[in-house]
């Protein structure tokens, strides 16, 4: 019996995630309210009722497939469609294998530290993380549903007929097929009546569960991307006012009280009366450190004398607030950097099966694409297979591209800030941040490749030089 | 066992008659081999499909050849390479330590487990597909190899080779690669002291150590230093001495696994013949995974030494560590390659790039032959 877990960081963030991929199957058994048994094996049926359903569903796929492969044409539209469902079908069993290190990444960022003049950054960024992950997740799921819609809607256009060869004419003939979504073999007959429907309804759901399955996960890979990247984001805009804390502790400062003000616009914080300067010291809060409203702020520079260490007169409070910036930055930094290599540990496998399948995915899309020959129910079945899978690549890709970015400029930030008024520490600190910092994270599928938009112009050249070569030879 | 690794302590004459063995062994089992296979390759040339059934062998113990002579060549400074990394695999303290070189070795002892096993099978395979009369593999006899005894003879002696030789070429492919992951495993543990370089010292409220701490630091640092330099040479040495053999490795293999491919797609009539083909080309690709992959391990850790000194307690340092980190650090950006001749450093990109190489030959060779 497991006591109540508290969601509590990353996991919080992506809650409405996992419950939709709890929802759609996914052996995902953590981070439920109620953990009680009865619960627990309900939700194990449940997921391994889906799992049967879309195996099974997509062994008969595969069967129809094997049957009728004489004929090209016929063989090679059943390729693209077992290949393009194989992504579902790889995801689910990835994540039931893997659940562990997955739990392990989304529990990486429970527990994060904390400096009282950079909370309201850190609460900026992270609150534009979770925006960004939302409008994502609300995207994709769009997406999702439109295009089982679509691919639906378009079932009942155009004739439904399978290609066969025929073995002594030697030429393909038509021969009627049941008008489903997908092309599969069921060992009833399906050609009408209430067997069809009964076909039709668990092809509508195979459809619906087998897509939100991958992209479920995609999305969850992404966010996790899109976090990391608000984060790097917060530790840049605070490295100016953090050298210039640095610089405060040996170099004459004007202002130095400015630097000590926090925006008081935290309610959660406990406020101490601002006279009565004596409590302060008592309190063992994060108001300990000295931090003053707006209107008391100008005390600070009276309450020690300047000498050779000290030119600005902080108290030792102060000083130990500059060194704790600098040690909550580096910190910070390094939980990014275990984020960023617990995720290419937990995804990079999959990425890597994924670009496998879509390349040949794509090499017999593009052969197909040479077939077109008008505006019909081939041509928009061919050209949304190809959409649709270049963007599944584009969509990592991308988020994949902006980790790198982010991370390699951290450097350019660290050098942008006025790091020659600072001391010998502020000056060694921006050098070891800026070695670190040239080689900029990034996700790579097992070590194959790197996951940026280099790779997607690559596949999509790819495809393009392809498809050109094959419309000549016709 | 067969002459190609003499015990530590043989001296003088004893070992001039290990030397003669050695040699003589290396007659019986390879030379006789390759030029038999050679003029076998002389007399049907032209001949596509029969070319690739005597070449794919003939490459591979041509490598072999190359990798032997450079065993006995640079002998002593392998034995040198070999002991040393014993030494410093061997004195790890801290449990979390042991742990890392227990790992290293797992995966080590994996991958020979595998390559052994794929090789077994495969020259398995190889000798139980003769069909009756003919010898398993072609090759180019002085005599008449269809009349009894000299065909059963020369039936054994091409089993015998071919078992001793495949095992011989899995011993040496797993030497070198098991010699690059050691090479790794030492460059883990630096990571791993440098990570760990503010263990067990509490900093106070200021942040910054006190200057015992910072003394105590530095003489870890320094040790750190050390090792790293210690690790940086093994792999240079590494370098210098396996880079040729590598080289022809991987040429040889890029014909290699280009003509099994054909011989796998033409040669349809046997079916046992055609599974142990197959293991074959799996097996020659592992071969070259094995290379790449500990190489491409070897770059990556070197180049995580960076992140593990990010990952001391720098911040609590004062300047003067602080710049002696940087230094290490900067060192570490280049990364420790080992190269095969020079111009293909062992990585998983490069193993991409053979199989592909391969491939396109393998289609090449397919046009010529559908034209002909």
Redesign the interface.
């Known amino acids: 019996m497991m006591t109540k877990v508290k969601a509590q960081g990353l996991v919080t963030d992506l809650m409405p995630n996992i419950k939709l991929m709890q929802a759609a199957g996914h052996f995902l058994f953590n981070y439920h309210s109620d953990n009680s048994g009865m619960s627990m094996l309900l939700r194990k049926v449940y997921s391994s009722v889906h799992a049967v359903l879309i195996v099974v569903n997509y062994v008969c796929m595969a069967i129809n497939m094997a049957q009728y492969s004489d004929e090209v044409n016929e063989l090679t539209a059943n390729t693209i469609t077992v290949l393009f469902f194989a992504h579902s079908v790889i995801k689910l069993l990835f994540f039931a294998l893997n659940s562990k290190s997955f739990y392990r990444t989304l529990a990486i960022w429970n527990q994060s530290n904390s400096h009282p003049l950079f909370t309201e950054s850190d609460a900026r960024y992270h609150q534009l993380a979770l925006t960004k992950m939302r409008r994502l997740l609300y995207c994709i799921c769009g997406v999702t549903v439109l295009s089982v819609a679509s691919w639906v809607t378009l079932t009942f256009f155009g004739e439904s007929v399978r290609f066969i060869a025929n073995k002594e004419t030697n030429e393909t003939m038509t021969e009627p097929a049941p008008r489903l979504p997908l092309k599969a073999w069921y060992p009833f007959n399906t050609m009408s009546g209430t067997m069809y429907i009964a076909a039709f309804a668990l092809q509508i759901y195979w459809l619906l569960f087998s897509m939100a399955i991958a992209n479920l996960l995609d999305v969850m890979f992404c966010s996790w991307l899109i976090f990391a990247c608000e984060q790097l984001q917060h530790l840049k805009a605070i490295m100016k006012p953090l050298m210039e804390l640095s610089a405060s502790l040996d170099t004459y400062r004007p202002n130095t009280a400015e630097l000590f003000r926090a925006s008081s616009t935290e309610k959660s914080e406990k406020v101490p009366d601002p006279v009565d300067l004596d409590i302060r010291g008592i309190y063992s809060t994060q108001q300990d450190f000295g931090i003053t409203l707006r209107g008391a702020g100008g005390k600070l520079q009276t309450f020690g004398q300047p000498t050779p260490n000290n030119p600005n007169g902080l108290t ?1 409070k102060q ?2 607030l500059a ?2 910036a ?2 909550y930055w ?1 910190e910070r930094h ?1 939980h990014v ?1 275990r984020l960023v290599a617990s995720i290419g540990d937990t995804y990079g496998t999959a990425l890597l099966f994924h670009m496998l399948i879509s390349t040949i995915t794509l090499t017999l899309l593009a052969y197909q694409a040479t077939k077109i020959d008008g505006v019909n129910v081939y041509a928009f079945s061919t050209l949304g297979y190809l959409t649709y899978t270049l963007g599944q690549v584009f969509h990592f890709c991308i988020f994949g591209n902006r980790l790198i970015e982010e991370s390699s400029s951290v450097m350019e930030a660290a050098y942008s800030c006025q790091w020659y008024d600072g001391s ?2 502020a ?3 921006v ?2 941040v800026c ?2 910092c ?2 900029a994270m990034s996700i790579s599928g097992a ?2 490749f790197t996951v940026s938009l280099d790779l997607f112009a690559s596949v999509l050249g790819a495809v393009v030089t392809y498809f050109m070569v094959l419309i000549q030879l016709k | 066992l067969v002459g190609f690794w003499p015990p530590d302590n043989l001296q003088g004459t004893k070992k001039l008659i290990y030397d003669c063995y050695a040699v003589l062994s290396f007659m019986f089992l390879q030379g006789v081999y390759l030029l038999a296979q050679i003029a076998d390759l002389i007399v049907i040339w032209g001949d596509l499909p029969l070319m690739t059934a005597t070449s794919f062998i003939l490459f591979t113990n041509l490598a072999q050849a190359v990798k032997f002579i450079n065993l006995a060549v640079k002998n002593k400074m392998i034995r040198r390479i070999v002991n040393d990394c014993d030494q410093v695999l061997g004195n790890v303290q801290t449990e979390e330590a042991k742990r890392i070189v227990r790992r290293c070795d797992k995966d080590t002892t994996v991958q020979l487990v595998a390559f052994f096993s794929l090789t077994l099978f495969t020259i398995t395979g190889f000798a139980t597909s003769a069909e009756r009369g003919h010898l398993p593999l072609r090759a180019w006899y002085p005599y008449d190899t269809s009349k009894s005894p000299t065909y059963e003879l020369t039936f054994v002696h091409q089993v015998y080779a071919l078992f001793v030789s495949a095992f011989l070429n899995v011993a040496k492919d797993t030497m070198v690669t098991t010699l690059i992951a050691q090479c790794h495993c030492q460059l883990k543990l630096i990571g791993l002291s440098l990570r760990t370089l503010g263990k067990d010292l509490e900093v106070d ?4 150590l006190s200057p015992k701490q910072g003394e105590l630091i530095r003489s870890r640092l320094h040790k750190c230093a050390m090792q790293h330099q210690r690790a940086l040479d093994v792999a240079q040495q590494l370098q210098l001495c396996f880079s040729e053999p590598t080289f022809a490795q991987f040429n040889v293999s890029r014909i290699i696994i280009c003509v099994s491919a054909f011989q796998l797609v033409s040669a349809t009539n046997n079916m046992v013949r055609l599974v142990s083909m197959g293991t074959y080309l799996v097996n020659m690709c592992f071969q070259v995974f094995l290379y790449c992959y500990n190489g ?1 391990q070897l770059s ?1 850790e070197s ?1 995580d030494i ?2 593990a000194a ?2 001391s307690p ?3 340092m ?2 003067s560590i ?2 002696e ?2 230094i290490i ?2 060192r570490s ?1 280049r990364i420790a390659r080992i190269t095969a001749g020079g111009f293909t450093t062992l990585s ?2 490069s193993f ?1 790039a053979i199989i592909k190489a391969s491939y396109s030959l393998f289609t090449l060779l397919k046009q010529v032959n559908d034209g002909d």
Not at chain 2, 205 to 208: E, I, M, P, V
């Open positions: 030792q000083e130990m060194r704790s600098i040690k580096v390094k950097v010998e520490e000056k060694t600190f050098q070891i070695q670190q040239q080689k070590k194959f | 409220k200021s942040h910054l491409n990556e180049s960076s992140v990010y990952f720098w911040h609590t004062s300047p602080r710049r980190l940087i650090m900067v950006k998983l990109a991409m």
